[in-house]
């Protein structure tokens, strides 16, 4: 680290499944040892990472190497990291990533990651030692509703701020665009691309971040439904799903596919019938609001690369639409955007979005896929009646060109 | 010509997609567009046609069409006559002409304009000399014949009374003089001409435009590729911003292109007056690039040390080019660093530097959609007669490359440039792709 130690360098505790070569605690941890790359400059956080825990050491573990290079200490348990080896919380901050490892799959097929566990741990601390202090926790709180709650009612109890979830709402649009504040929203789909429980999250909380800016902003959700296969389709033609939408996601696409990878063509998916070719297990995530808002993911393996997202504004019948831009690896520029919220955070004192948002998107998700055991039924969701407000300002990357 | 490009046309195709977005249900959009009158014939002459080839990016966005503020746009051009001067193994272009029944290949660049009748029989003309089997010069650029079809295009012109708009893909041509020719021609026979790079008019990450009238006072800009390639659309990156400095464009006073260890002995220079750059653009370059090299193993993201870079690029390039005006600028080619191409500006009475990527698509599986925004504006620029940016934006850059290219075979010596003072003015009207325009 260049920059000299002072006393107001705020000390940082990570707390990770695992920390190996592009797992999200390397790429998000080294933001916090090396820096990364904000408003066009170099940016060297005035923080020190002062301790590591890791679950698991797999092979290509980095741990220690940069715990020698950096000098900081891995501690064998989550409360001595915390403590920095002594005996009182010892940190200023606390990042925890509980994503990677090898963990087991319930019968929904969540991997059962220990952040809900890791964090019980960490609160265990702040309770015993008298003090608390924020909290960042990558992607969901926990695959488990239920649990993601508990987490969030312990960041009120205890009154430190917890700040969550994915680099996608805040990462690069394009194009760059934020839901005007406010506005009243007819219809949303986002259309996504990847495994469930990892990047089906992702793709919820962006449309989410989306949503919730809405008129009279975030009041929950009633009903979920999680159908797959030709259902999918069949849905869009009984209007459960706008097409009109998911041309204006796809016009957001940079993917290529079928055709298009084979000798280079542009294509118009929507409506020449190549979707439904290429897309051989679609699945739709059809979510119905407490305000009367109907959204849907739909997860298009097969035709898409990427993050896309369009709604229908009532004003004007106005849609709106745009790419969720993940930055390829190995800079994955997006990781730079959330660890630069992270540490805002750790610096302000003040999160600086509602962690009710990652709660909400976690139980969305729990739920969908409580729907998908349970053949695809629709269900009730009286418990997900989680209201909040989303800051006015945008928070992405490139919001107000910077 | 005049009837050909009225203003009310332009007005009324401006108007067209906010009309279209909800009104017409997409599944007969297709068959309505065809029946629409207004639509323009196109004539391509082209180097060769393979997947990824600029004829392949730029042609299949007019014939299917592609994602434009909102919707799947397909543009009121019909490509209806093509010359390919190459068939290579990959070639498309055959396989394009079945699909498309309007579409026809003819054997010269004569028979392509009059679409084998006795009169020209097209609306536009669009020239993509880029890609295809070429000798390559001693200076290392590569011969490709965009004069030679440019030449014969007129020549079909003279033949029948008539002109039509042309757009030129990137530089005019390897050879000054037979650019600055082309521009003049074009001027004289009142031929509406477009050239240049999609890099300009490509998304900006952030999306930021040079504010019109600023007073700029160095720029520097990172790229990657070779020289008589690469360079040209690093250079149209840095020309479409500085462009709308305060006073327009009045041309570049001298270049002298700098290769290997010169480059670092530049960079250590650590000032423009003292031979270099300013530091504050080069750092900012760097941390605007989605695809910095890491500089070291384990690592996803580090900015790289003195050491590093010079163990990083093996072959660095720079331009040094000063305008008439005093603006200082730099344009800098690292493989081995960066795959992508990022500017920044240093503007008078500013404490940080004005810094964009130009966003061109993260990967070869990805669509490049740089192109969108060009084949939009080559739809605009057919149907109005109107160059969406002065051709002599390319003119400038294409006779920064030559000089560019002619200033390394000296082994790095300063060139005077006074053929190079190409004056211009640009409206403060941006053109890149943005929120607000695709």
């Known amino acids: 680290m260049a920059e000299p130690s002072t006393a107001k360098r705020k000390r940082l505790a990570i707390v990770a499944t695992v920390w190996k070569h592009l797992s999200h605690a390397q790429h998000m941890g080294d933001r916090f040892l090396v820096g990364y790359p904000r408003d066009g400059a170099w940016h060297r956080p005035a923080i020190d990472v002062v301790s590591l825990y890791v679950d698991q050491r797999p092979e290509g573990d980095q741990s220690d190497e940069r715990a020698r290079e950096f000098g900081f200490k891995v501690y064998p348990t989550i409360a001595e990291a915390l403590r920095a080896g002594g005996g009182k919380l010892a940190v200023d901050g606390v990042l925890v990533i509980g994503e990677h490892g090898d963990y087991p799959t319930n019968a929904k097929g969540q991997i059962q990651y220990p952040r809900y566990e890791f964090f019980e741990q960490i609160v265990r601390v702040f309770e015993e030692d008298g003090r608390a202090v924020p909290v960042f926790n990558d992607k969901h709180l926990s695959y488990s509703f239920d649990k993601a709650s508990r987490m969030v009612a312990a960041s009120k109890r205890l009154k430190f701020p917890l700040l969550a979830g994915s680099s996608l709402p805040v990462t690069w649009r394009l194009p760059s665009v934020e839901m005007p504040y406010g506005a009243a929203v007819d219809e949303a789909l986002m259309v996504g691309v990847g495994s469930s429980d990892a990047m089906d999250f992702h793709a919820l909380e962006a449309m989410q971040s989306m949503l919730e800016r809405r008129r009279n902003g975030e009041t929950g959700v009633k009903a979920v439904q999680l159908i797959q296969g030709p259902a999918v389709w069949q849905a869009g033609k009984d209007g459960r799903w706008s097409r009109e939408l998911l041309e204006a996601a796809l016009s957001r696409s940079q993917s290529r596919s079928g055709k298009g990878l084979e000798d280079g063509r542009t294509q118009d998916l929507t409506h020449s019938g190549e979707l439904e070719e290429l897309v051989r297990e679609p699945a739709a995530y059809l979510i119905e609001y407490r305000d009367g808002l109907r959204a849907t993911l739909l997860m298009l393996n097969g035709a898409v690369g990427d993050y896309t997202f369009a709604c229908r504004l009532k004003d004007g019948a106005r849609v709106l639409s745009t790419q969720f831009l993940l930055p390829i690896t190995p800079n994955v520029v997006y990781s730079a955007c959330l660890m630069s919220k992270a540490e805002q955070m750790f610096e302000t004192g003040v999160a600086p979005y509602p962690a009710e948002r990652t709660q909400l998107v976690c139980g969305i998700l729990d739920f969908c896929l409580e729907s998908k055991v349970r053949g695809n039924r629709r269900l009730d969701t009286p418990e997900l009646a989680v209201k909040y407000r989303a800051p006015e300002q945008s928070l992405f990357c490139g919001a107000g060109g910077v | 010509m005049a009837d050909e490009h009225q203003i009310s046309r332009r007005a009324v195709l401006a108007a067209a997609p906010a009309a279209a977005l909800l009104a017409i249900p997409r599944e007969s959009a297709a068959a309505e567009e065809k029946a629409k009158p207004g639509r323009k014939r196109i004539a391509a002459l082209a180097t060769e046609f393979r997947k990824l080839s600029h004829a392949e990016v730029i042609l299949d966005r007019i014939l299917e069409g592609f994602g434009w503020e909102g919707r799947h746009y397909r543009p009121a051009l019909d490509l209806v006559s093509l010359y390919m001067d190459q068939f290579p193994e990959g070639d498309l272009s055959r396989e394009r002409a079945r699909r498309f029944k309007d579409l026809k290949i003819y054997p010269t660049i004569g028979e392509a304009l009059s679409c084998g009748g006795s009169d020209l029989a097209v609306d536009g003309v669009i020239i993509i000399g880029e890609h295809g089997n070429y000798p390559r010069n001693a200076k290392g650029q590569w011969l490709y ?71 700029v006072e160095e720029v520097l800009t990172i790229g990657l590729g070779n020289v008589d390639s690469y360079d040209f659309h690093a250079l149209e990156a840095v020309q479409a911003l500085v462009e709308r400095r305060r006073g327009g464009e009045r041309g570049v006073a001298r270049l002298q292109a700098l290769s290997g260890e010169q480059v670092w002995k530049a960079l250590d220079a650590g000032s423009w007056s003292a031979g270099g750059w300013d530091p504050a653009l080069f750092s900012a370059c760097l941390c605007r690039s989605h695809q910095l090299v890491p500089a070291r193993e384990g690592f996803n993201h580090v900015y790289p040390s003195r050491a590093d870079l010079a163990r990083m690029v093996k072959e660095p390039v720079a331009y040094r080019y000063e305008y008439r005006d005093g603006l200082r600028a730099t344009m800098l080619l690292l493989n081995g660093l960066v795959g992508d191409i990022t500017v920044a500006a240093r503007l008078k009475g500013q404490a940080e530097p004005l810094s964009t990527l130009m966003f061109l698509g993260p990967t070869a599986d990805t669509q490049p959609h740089n192109f969108d925004p060009l084949v939009w504006h080559i739809e605009q620029f057919v149907q109005s007669g109107k160059s969406p940016y002065p051709v002599e934006r390319t003119l400038l850059t294409t006779g920064l490359v030559a000089a560019g290219v002619d200033s390394i075979a000296r082994g790095g010596e300063m060139l005077e440039t006074p053929h190079l003072s190409i004056e211009y003015q640009v409206g403060p009207a941006s053109t890149f792709r943005r929120a607000e325009h695709g």
């Open chain 2, 145 to 215: 014949p965009r004069y030679e079809f440019f030449q014969q295009t007129i020549a079909a012109f003279k033949k029948h009374g008539r002109v039509v708009p042309v757009f030129n893909d990137k530089h005019l041509s390897w050879n000054w003089s037979w650019a600055r020719e082309m521009v003049d021609t074009a001027a004289a026979m009142k031929i509406p001409f477009m050239a240049g790079s999609s890099v300009p008019i490509t998304w900006r990450i952030p999306s930021v435009d040079m504010p019109h009238g600023a007073q």
